[in-house]
């Protein structure tokens, strides 16, 4: 796993803690890990476009539990 990766997990359980939405990441892991076992020549690509989706829908859901 990447520091990213690690990254990630710790913003969700800071946001979120350790509730329902784990599964979501869990399953976003486990498409990167196919990906990179898969060495694709994109690869890279898709897991840095998953990871970005990943943190811009972590950040605004943050920002609506806020506004909330």
């Not at 690690?6 to 939405?21: D, E, N, P, V, W």
């Not at 060495?39 to 943050?62: D, E, F, P, Q, S």
């Amino acid at each position: 796993m990447s520091i990213i990766n690690y990254f990630m997990a710790i913003m969700l359980i800071r946001y979120f803690g350790l509730g329902s939405h784990l599964w979501l990441y869990s399953l976003g892991l486990h498409v990167v890990g196919f990906l990179e076992n898969l060495r694709l020549k994109y690869a890279t690509i898709y897991m840095i476009y998953l990871k970005v989706i990943g943190l811009l829908l972590c950040n605004l859901k943050w920002l609506d539990i806020q506004a909330g």
